[in-house]
């Protein structure tokens, strides 16, 4: 980033704001952040502070379904395979071996806090989607999988655990001292700002998707904890790599809506404007190819095509069937006047899920002692340069309760005679000139989609690099008083790290493609990590 960003957005004097002490602070109510609370030592206290309700994060409106070795015919050395293919070679094989290893007892555990995965006769459904060799993801309520393992997941937190939780809580900043995270400042509309103090902070605050114009992420999902960790010193990995979901429902001026991956696992076919099927024009695996695969050979046939998006056929399913499986999306597509399975499903890429993040080891610690990270905040190495479908869950639940008994064990060992410090941050004078937080988020969004789209070139990445940074000399110079505000710098500060390292890799690989350098640089590029950015 070339722009250095204020260390805190807001004024603060610790003598004019509540303290509140904790052992756990947890940062973010997903899966990753249920999951971390759940294995922190009871002994401790523990907090988890929510930007909304705990039912909206982007865990909730998961469709697909969780990946994991759980057929008799499927093996650990096949799932890892398909990760590390999916992954273009950026993937940590030893953090791939983990994860998979772990997910099958990730798995059942969820089954034994209550959540109903589909059954036949007794038996997981398991499905199979694009990358995956094997039939094996495990879903529930056909296509509302995420939401019904955060239904059970928040009720086993609220009844078995009595975990504090603070929902409609918007995290501004984490607060360091002498290089150590001691909490964050939260702030909500009861109580105004609040100085959070703990021993061990865990960061699982979830994805950016929301700096993109077109985008399946919900509204809170604007790369708050990229941000706030950045301005705190941690280390940013991987931020050039966002993936594109291939099939997100395009009905103009409408918000955008996911069409889970499973459908093409089923047999939906891609289909342009003219009917024509192309998928196997641009890999063997036709429809089941990677998500980058299937994205960027979309992207590719709107442009031949000049048509605003292709089209998911789905008129060889029985339609009762298809209604029973994807009762969501059927009930979805029945708003805008499409009856499936005859009439075929307007689809087109969308920012989905950004695998990078702030750099984590294999327990979750980050680089900046007292803070830990789990799932779509942090880079892990589990998914390289894109992402395999329904490897998101696993990470979150394999990473939330890595972090959280880390976490635990760390506080565990420090004396309850921690207290707050004396930080401060002086008001700056105001200017004059109104801001349009609305207009430049608008622009900002237009501006990312066009610019570290699914297609990139270095012209264009450049111009629209300074056109952030020209907005940030004087969006962030700014103390905003409302979270509206604090969305757009944080926006602003993910948005700049994106184009800076696409910028930077001048190589096409997994979800990151330049036009102007179309092929892998396997010398330059092709090792873990390859940009690493934080706050000088």
């Known amino acids: 980033m070339t722009s250095i960003p204020p260390r805190y957005l807001v004024p603060f004097h610790p003598k004019r704001i509540p303290h509140h002490f904790v052992d756990v602070l947890v940062i973010g109510g997903g899966i990753a952040g249920l999951r971390a609370t759940m294995a922190i030592d009871p002994a401790l206290t523990t907090l988890i502070v929510t930007k ?3 039912q909206e994060s982007n865990s909730s409106y998961a469709q697909g379904g969780i990946a994991g070795v759980l057929a008799p ?9 398909d990760t590390l293919t999916a992954g273009a070679g950026l993937c940590d094989r030893e953090i791939v071996e983990m994860v998979v290893r772990e997910a099958p007892s990730h798995i059942r555990q969820l089954i034994e806090w209550g959540t109903s995965f589909d059954l036949d006769d007794g038996e997981l459904v398991l499905g199979r989607e694009g990358g995956h060799s094997h039939n094996r993801i495990a879903h529930a309520l056909g296509d509302a999988t995420g939401k019904e393992i955060m239904r059970a997941m928040i009720q086993h937190a609220r009844e078995t655990l009595k975990a504090q939780i603070w929902q409609d809580t918007f995290t501004i900043d984490l607060l360091t001292h002498e290089g150590v995270c001691r909490g964050a400042l939260v702030w909500n509309a009861r109580h105004g700002k609040t100085f959070v103090w703990a021993k061990q902070t865990i960061l699982c605050t979830g994805g950016a998707g929301q700096v993109y114009r077109e985008t399946t992420n919900p509204l809170v999902a604007t790369g ?18 966002m993936q594109f979901h291939p099939t997100v429902l395009y009905i103009a001026g409408s918000s955008r809506s996911l ?3 499973a459908m093409r696992g089923e047999g939906a076919l891609l289909v342009d404007c003219n009917g024509h099927r192309f998928m196997p024009e641009y890999d063997e695996r036709a429809e089941l190819a990677p998500r980058d695969v299937v994205s960027q050979a979309i992207d590719e046939q709107m442009l031949r095509t000049r048509h605003p998006c292709v089209y998911l056929d789905l008129s060889h399913f029985d339609a009762k069937w298809v209604r029973e499986r ?10 805008f006047g499409i009856d499936l399975p005859q009439d075929r499903i307007p689809v087109r890429p969308g920012a989905h899920y950004m695998i990078g993040g702030v750099r984590v080891d294999d327990h979750g610690r980050t680089t900046l002692p007292g803070l830990w990270g789990a799932g779509e905040a942090t880079s892990s190495g589990l998914h390289g340069a894109n992402r395999l ?21 760390a506080a565990l060992e420090m004396p309850d005679t921690y207290a707050a410090v004396p930080l401060e941050n002086p008001p700056v004078e105001r200017l004059s ?13 237009s501006l990312m989609w066009r610019a570290a789209g699914v297609r990139r070139d270095g012209p264009e990445l450049a111009a629209a690099l300074k056109s952030v940074e020209k907005w940030s000399r004087y969006a962030l110079t700014q103390q905003l008083a409302e979270p509206r505000g604090w969305e757009l710098q944080n926006m602003l500060i993910v948005a700049e790290v994106i184009l800076g390292a696409a910028l930077r890799r001048e190589e096409s690989r997994g979800v990151h493609l330049r036009s102007d350098f179309p092929d892998e640089n396997d010398a330059k590029w092709g090792s873990r990590c390859g940009d690493v950015v934080a706050r000088a």
């Open 73 to 81: 015919d499927d093996r650990f050395e096949d799932h890892v395979a």
């Open 259 to 261: 069409i889970t991956e």
């Open 433 to 445: 000139e109104w801001l349009d937080l609305q207009d430049v988020r608008n622009s900002l969004k």
């Open 389 to 409: 479908a329904s490897n998101s869950l696993l990470e979150g639940l394999v990473y939330g309760a890595r972090a959280g008994a880390g976490a635990a064990a």
């Open 326 to 335: 994807f009762p969501g999306i059927t009930k979805r597509c029945q708003e």
């Open 224 to 241: 708050d904890g990229h941000a706030a960790a950045y301005r705190a010193g941690a280390e940013l990995a991987d931020m050039e790599f």
């Open 52 to 54: 909304d309700r705990l």
